[in-house]
């Protein structure tokens, strides 16, 4: 046993890891907080077209979503052709009346008229298909509607 | 005897579950598109008899089954439509619009409170198209409402401000200013550039 130990030069000091908690609970909260629950599983692709005029969803007064667009992968038997989802299924057209008095029925009353229907459709979506609805919208009386994009230059849609 | 102090518990594992929390999360999240064009649907009449509206005041746009556009009779490229509708809406035929400055052709609109943009589509048209062509039309509109918010806003202490701002304010709860007025000059503005886009079943 020497009386003067030789200090240990074991090169560069270890990194203290005690912050790295920290760092992962800041991400944490933030995907918390920013985080909204899907309302719907999707079965149909929606990828939705740009535009640049747009005007936020007023998330005051209540939203019912319909969505259009071809069936995604593993929902091939329903067809290749654009196809409209309420909830969580694909629908009829003739069902769009019917999704529109249950969302209603679901309201309280002085906010029924304030009902705002938000159309998220494909933009490989037809037109045929978003004009039925429309039609069918009109004859229940839901005339306010949205249509869903995100931003962008809206030349962008078409390629 | 001396009194034993209690041991520490080793926070090594912290990471790990906030780890997992946060890889649950980051699996998880969709963030949302809230936003969008805003419409509002014509309420089913019965048979009412049209209104008589002269050809010149009405705009026609056309989009076929192949994406093409047809603008009053002519072939148009999407881009050039925001230009033709601003310059059709801004025209001001009969003069009565004191705050236009288009050229008073007397082959196009009376005033912005005549002119009507009519859009027709097939159904073979694209969504994608669809939704180009509409961003186009109410774009023309903002234009026209921008200028003119420009304009009023001044006089009514609301400087350096669009119409497309004071639209956002109006909604904004931390607006400092009087909403009330603008509220008015918003809805002043809207009178002057109605929007008036009837979509062709």
């Not at chain 1, 985080?35 to 535009?51: D, F, Y």
């Not at chain 2, 050229?103 to 694209?126: C, F, G």
């Amino acid at each position: 046993m020497s009386k003067f130990k030789k200090k240990s030069d074991g090169g560069t000091p270890a990194i203290s890891t005690a912050s790295l908690p920290d760092i992962v609970f800041m991400l944490l909260f933030f995907f918390m907080v920013a985080t909204v629950m899907r309302e719907n599983s999707l079965k149909i692709k929606n990828s939705l077209p740009v535009a640049n005029q747009v005007e936020k969803l007023d998330k005051k007064n209540p939203v019912s979503y319909i969505y259009m667009g071809k069936p995604s992968a593993g929902y091939e038997k329903f067809g290749t052709e654009s196809r409209i989802q309420l909830n969580d299924q694909f629908a009829e057209l003739s069902e769009v009346g019917a999704f529109i008095g249950a969302e209603r029925a679901a309201l309280r009353e002085e906010l029924i008229p304030f009902l705002t229907v938000a159309l998220k459709v494909d933009k490989d979506a037809n037109m045929g298909i978003v004009g039925d609805v429309k039609q069918e919208l009109r004859k229940v009386n839901a005339l306010k509607i949205n249509y869903t994009t995100g931003v962008g230059d809206a030349l962008n849609n078409i390629k | 005897m001396a009194k034993r102090s209690a041991p520490e518990v080793n926070a090594g594992s912290m990471a790990d579950i906030a780890f997992l929390l946060l890889i649950f999360f980051l699996v998880t999240t969709t963030i949302e598109k809230d936003s969008g064009l805003n419409r509002k649907l014509p309420p089913m009449e019965e048979d009412v008899d049209p209104p008589i509206i002269k050809q010149r005041n009405i705009f026609t746009v056309l989009l076929n089954g192949k994406d093409q556009l047809l603008v009053e009779e002519e072939l148009m490229e999407i881009k050039d439509l925001r230009a033709a509708a601003i310059e059709f809406l801004d025209n001001n035929g009969d003069g009565t619009c004191t705050y236009c400055k288009g050229p008073k052709n007397s082959s196009s609109s009376d005033n912005p409170d005549k002119a009507i943009i009519s859009l027709k589509n097939d159904r073979e048209t694209s969504y994608a198209t669809y939704i180009s062509v509409q961003n186009e039309l109410v774009a023309a509109y903002n234009v026209l409402r921008n200028r003119r918010a420009l304009e009023v806003g001044p006089q009514n202490g609301f400087t350096d401000m669009n119409f497309v701002e004071m639209q956002k304010n109006y909604k904004d709860a931390r607006f400092v200013g009087n909403k009330t007025k603008l509220k008015e000059v918003i809805n002043q503005i809207k009178v002057e550039f109605p929007q008036k886009l009837s979509e062709v079943q």
